[in-house]
């Protein structure tokens, strides 16, 4: 048994920063993780997958010559890409973030923790307790849907897709949401031959249909097989995977890619213990991250977006909540979102469906990023488009979209006026560059307007 005033269980990018930030700040901080220091974004996550993005939009990019600049004839090749990935992740070796995390002060203990209460986690045969804190950012794991037979067949998760160096001829990816068709382009640049398999009517389910419809067409366009609403009545094994739909259609491939959500294993980290249902899909937790007396939880766990910059938020008011410092809690009106697709998908705060449901009086805007000048001049690749979701009664954003080349970039202004509740007055009388992609949003807010 040994004590300590914090015990940071799981360092995912939250945890680990939070984990430095309490250790920096004079406590005692022991830090545990049974895989990688870092978590999931650095190693199989964000960064690899958006260098793989990168790679097989220069692809797309190149393919784009012939109808605007010329000729250009393009041979992909995975190798240097794979090189690349591993020189990236350190061959998926977290030295680096382990000197890191020690350099701040805090002790690593490796292994599976599983709480024991309160201010107790067990870990590989210790039992540390805490005097202030335990905080929890174990994350979430592929969840695999219970399809017969899939059990049986071995599977690429997320972490097999990133870690290969050889390419499958033909991949059949299971869900349809943000990194099931991210994975599903970047292959399919690559030239393998992509079926997606989505069980829901669209792609990106929770987005606005106007996002999921985009997309759907682009990944065709480019010779992808979108199925949506498909519900699998048969999974076969042979030298390939085979799938039979309900609607009869057939889907095949060398290799099945399991991207159907992620869930948190309640149970392996003893939720129990603090009194917490382990069959649940989350920690509950309050505006300052507290799930209990003397237990914090922040990232994916907590279900407010499997995202690396919200793990890293609710770790900035965790950490200032178990250090006594007065801060405002945590809000989930602005939470921005971006599949990076070509085109990117941005996002944030409530859908046009999400702002009827919750009865608010809702004015949309509309505009097609082809229509307007910067559009017209990108000419190639120039889909997208610009949906703002408006409160009327408040004269607010309270949700937008922008999907197009620069989706993500310009979710930047849209997340401000929806976090800061900049009146649509404001945003009208500002001043959009010419000719920019974010002029649209100019457009968007005319189509409003004109709405009223
Ligand atoms: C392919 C892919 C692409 C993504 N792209 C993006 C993106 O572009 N942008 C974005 O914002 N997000 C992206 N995400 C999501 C992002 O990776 C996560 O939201 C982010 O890692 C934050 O997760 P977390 O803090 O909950 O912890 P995680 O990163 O999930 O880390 C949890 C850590 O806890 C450890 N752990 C778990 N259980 C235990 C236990 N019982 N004992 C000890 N240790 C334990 C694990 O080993 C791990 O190191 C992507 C995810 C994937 C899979």
Redesign the pocket.
């Known amino acids: 048994m040994s004590d300590c005033d914090v015990v940071v ?7 680990e920063d939070a984990a430095g930030k309490l250790a920096e700040s004079g406590l005692e901080v022991v830090a ?10 650095p190693y ?3 960064i690899p ?2 260098t793989m993005i990168r790679a097989a939009n220069l692809l797309a990019e190149a393919r784009r010559v012939n109808a605007m600049a010329g000729s250009a004839s393009v041979t992909p090749d995975w190798s240097p890409l794979a090189r690349h990935i591993r020189e990236e992740t350190d061959d998926w070796n977290d030295q680096v973030a382990v000197e890191r995390l020690q350099g701040r002060g805090a002790r690593l203990v490796r ?4 709480l024991q209460g309160r201010r107790a986690v067990e ?1 590989a045969g210790e039992l540390l307790r805490a005097r202030r804190a335990v905080l929890i ?4 794991a592929p969840w695999v849907p219970p399809v017969p037979g899939l059990d049986e067949l071995s599977y690429w998760t ?1 972490r097999q897709a ?1 870690e290969t160096d050889v390419l499958p001829r033909s991949l059949v990816v299971l869900g349809g949401g ?2 099931g068709v ?2 599903a382009q970047v292959f399919s640049r690559f030239g393998v031959e992509l079926s997606v398999v989505e069980v829901a009517e669209r792609l990106l389910s929770m987005e606005e249909p106007e996002s999921s419809d985009l997309l759907a067409r682009v990944l065709r366009e480019e010779g992808v097989a979108v199925h949506c609403g498909a519900q699998i009545t048969r999974l076969t094994s042979g030298p390939e995977i085979g799938i039979e739909l309900e609607d009869g259609s057939k889907v095949r491939g060398e290799k099945l890619l399991v991207a159907a959500g ?1 869930r948190p ?1 309640l149970a ?2 003893g939720a129990g213990t603090i009194g917490v249902d382990e069959k649940g899909n989350s920690l509950p937790t309050d505006e300052h991250m507290r799930v209990t007396d003397g237990v914090w939880a ?4 907590t279900g407010h977006g ?6 890293l938020y609710q770790a900035a008011i965790a950490v200032d909540d178990i250090l006594g410092r007065d801060r405002p809690g945590a809000r989930y009106h602005a939470v921005p979102r ?1 599949t ?1 697709t070509d085109p990117e998908i941005g996002a944030v705060g409530m859908s046009e469906r999400e702002a009827r449901r919750r009865g608010l009086s809702v004015r949309t805007g509309y505009t097609s990023l082809a229509e307007s000048s910067r559009g017209a001049i990108h000419r190639v690749g120039n889909a997208g488009f610009v949906k703002l979701v408006a409160d009327d009664r408040r004269r607010v954003l309270v949700g937008a979209t922008s999907a197009g080349p620069s989706g993500g970039e310009m979710l930047g202004l849209l997340t401000l006026a929806v976090h800061a509740e900049v009146p649509l007055e404001q945003l009208e009388a500002m001043i959009y560059a010419y000719p920019t992609f974010h002029r649209a949003i100019q457009a968007a807010l005319d189509d409003l307007a004109r709405g009223e």
């Open positions: 269980l799981g360092l995912g990018p939250g945890g545990v993780d049974s895989g990688l220091v870092g978590g999931e974004c199989w996550g964000c997958s958006k292994g599976h923790g599983r870990v950012d174990t994350g979430t997320n990133v943000a990194i991210e994975l992620r294993d392996a980290i922040i990232g994916d766990v499997a995202f690396t910059h919200m793990s971006v990076f």
